[in-house]
């Protein structure tokens, strides 16, 4: 093809593109559905234009246009791996999480069970070789995400339905794919056919290599992302390059899965990239991606819909019966997992409740696109495939990708409002009203106090006054039906803690603008303000109370790290879980702190007093529990926590220097040469507060023992003893170490960490270098405390022999078992025990015991 004739060609793409959107807009159409019209419409053109002679000085255009370069390896290495990688550079993975059941179920059982339904039918009804008709199958079993992501996004559908949507779209890709390369050798002329073992002995392979060379190839492009740091144009061209090396590296190098090296790239690079990368530049990347994504996903739909007048060519009548069987085949076995297996595995607690409704929506949401096209055009272009394999091939996926685009792409969003899933919750309308009258409200305070200061004309002020105040009353009306509604104070309060979490949110937002707190912290941070207003929005106050909680929880990610540590003698792991949560404690703090005036200010206004102060009371509740967890790793790591507080001041002293110096910039109080220099000195200041001071967790046992106040007097002969009498035990948070009633058989040295004991309904702290259970054991008495670990923990563990040895030997230790029973009822009996009798005169109470 001519260079310029294509060159041209492509321009008109992109004009074409560009008017598609705003045409889709106004024809209320999915953009995605708006290209595939224009492709079919410019490829059936080009084949009209040369079976006539109507337009014959046309026809060069149209030859052109017909022999483009169009082949299944375009959509394949060029396309997919942008979109794929751009949708995962923009999941929010850790809410991904939570329905990470029904999405692998949807991605990977719902395929296998597609292709084997299809299949089936077609041999059944369609009287098609089974072989052929289960490849068929597997080329229409995968839904396209340029197709579900592009028309999901552009509806008004919940974030939770089109989460799963789109993790559905993202992965069955590799499903489809590797079942449509088992089943194409099965029809391929010349080639032997594979044995049902060798085939399932493939797909460990395809997904480990794709795995390894996705991860391999995130962890290089991080490295050379962050050696590149100050050249962002360096940076951008590194990220280009990730998905397509990690795509051809596993497909040509590993002869694994591309789509799984692509996804598992792109969601390395999500997870690690906020923290290794300036905000700045994280968020320049995804909108970089953005535009890479948009313009991919457009031309892939052009071009995939300029084949489709040819794929359909040989059409004939009774292909349309097996395109019938097609779409009732793909339906019924979507139903039997969306209706049947999806509610089975909700009963046996495997998966999160999906709601009829939002089943409904995924069931009529399957979409099939570009990937289905390049799949059936790879079958196309195969030589050893029959030619009546190829033909049926082609038809029948064209056909069944025209109709869930024309027919399912169309009708989607009339679909979800049918559902109702498009509408507003009478919480969420509630909320709206009230919003909107409070906001109004201080709205025309503001343009009062403008046009007065401004001194305005008065007839102007007062014609625009009465025009507000016409929309205000409205406002204020819809929001006083709202009371007139009778909205259960249960509902306020259920509204105020909505927009509490919702201005939490905001603010984590713009402390990580502002730089007071690292990307990956805010990352998780907004996950957690996330869950928080779920939480408020599905249980009210009961559900924000248990997202709270469960925000403050160690999960299996830390007892994993624990495990490392414990097991493995590999801290590393846990030391950085553990500095990470030290910051966002820190960070949690000072952001709930700020809450409190965002309800007088705010919510107080719209809900009134009561609901307030009650708001002001479960925010306080918060507030404690994080000083709690706060104060337990305080304990454990005494100076972190200082340090921490140490750089967080220093960073804010220079986010308050950068912005005096833009405010001088911008009043012209200096110029740009000026202000270059003082951002560059401020730069290089700035990078050494990024660095986090480091947290080690290497704990050694004789390190432990030497290093222990309490047995600061041993010789080092003693001290080996002890070392190897002695146990280091590790517990997690919450871990309850001693119950009561229980026999005292040990004694406990808090090495790091913290517990917390209960005896008689009041609690006590303990910290590191300090001691329990030494009065049960004296005294051989059933425990009347519990202990609880308040953060992860490690002691050290002596059993009553060594202990009373040790305590004749160690004044330290004796000193610290007096003090322990300074005004208990025990304290006589203890004190006139063998093992506290060798320098009892030292104390004022062993004193007094001697002398009575």
Known sequence: MDIVLLTTFTAFLFLIIAAAEPL???LSLPFSVMLAAVGIII??????????????????????????PIRS???LYVFLPTLIFQATLEMNIRRMMDDWVPILTLAVVAVVVATLTIGYALSAFGGLPLMAALLIGAIVSTTDPSAVVTIFRSLSAPKRLSRIVEGEALLNDAAAIALFGLFLSYVMLGVPNPTLGEALGQFPGLIVGGLVAGWLVARIALALMSLFSGFELAQISVSVAAPYLAYVGAEQLLHASGVIAVVVAGLTLNLMGPGRLTPGFWTNLREVWGLLAHWAGALIFILAA???????GELRLNDLALIGVVIVAAFVARALILFGLLPMLTALRLSPRIQRPYRVAIMWGGLRGAVTLALALAVTENLRVPVETKRVVGILATGFTLFTLIVQGTTLRTVIGLLGLDRLSPLDRALSNQVVAVALQTVREGVASVTEKYDLTRETVRSEAKRFAARLDTAVEAAEAEDTAEILDRDRITLGLIALAAHEREMIVQRFRERAISARLSEQALFDADRVIEGARSGGRTGYQRAARRNL?????????AFLRNRLNLPGPLGRMTADRFEMLLAKRLILRDLHGFID????????????????????????AVETALEGLRLQFPGYAEELERRFIRRTALRLEEREYNALRDDGLIGAEVHIQLMDDLRRRRQQTETRPGLDLALRKDQVVRQFPLFADLDDAELKRLGREIRTRYVNAGHVITRKDTPARSVF???????????????????RGEMFGQLGVLTRRIRRAEVRAITPTTLLVLDETG???LLKRSAALRRAVRDSVVGKPMAGEVLRMPELSADRSDSPLGEAVAKG
């Open 749 to 767: 040295f808090v090495a790091s960490g913290a517990v917390e004991q209960e005896v008689a309904g009041q609690t006590a702290r303990i910290g």
């Open 73 to 75: 390896s375009v959509f």
């Open 803 to 805: 202990f009373r040895r």
């Open 43 to 68: 490829g059936g053109g080009a084949i009209i234009l040369l079976r006539t002679d109507l337009f014959a000085t046309l026809n060069p255009v149209a030859e052109g246009i017909l022999s483009l």
């Open 601 to 624: 200010r705010r919510i107080r206004r719209i809900h009134g007093r009561r609901v307030a102060e009650l708001l002001h009371e479960l925010l306080q509740r918060r507030i404690e």
């Open 306 to 312: 300029l084949l489709i007048p040819r794929l359909l």
């Open 553 to 561: 929880r160690y999960g299996p990610a830390f007892r994993a790290a």
């Open 24 to 26: 889709a807009a106004r």
